[in-house]
């Protein structure tokens, strides 16, 4: 792990076809700490939330 917790990249879920990757984690599609900081989305643009964690 980093100073502050984030995964190394060998330990990110792998990418899935259709899915927004977000990660506090350098590469990923949108980087963002969710606990601190909120991501806003329209209305019904989400079909399904996968959370992954080791």
């Known amino acids: 792990m980093d ?3 984030a ?3 060998r330990h ?3 990418r899935l076809p259709g899915f927004v990757n977000v990660d ?3 590469g ?3 980087r963002v700490e969710i606990g601190r900081e909120s ?3 329209c209305d019904d643009s989400i079909d399904l939330v996968l959370s992954y964690h080791e």
């Open 3 to 5: 100073r502050r917790g």
């Open 7 to 9: 995964r190394p990249d």
């Open 12 to 14: 990110r879920a792998p």
């Open 24 to 26: 506090i984690a350098a």
């Open 28 to 30: 990923a599609d949108l």
């Open 39 to 41: 991501v806003a989305y």
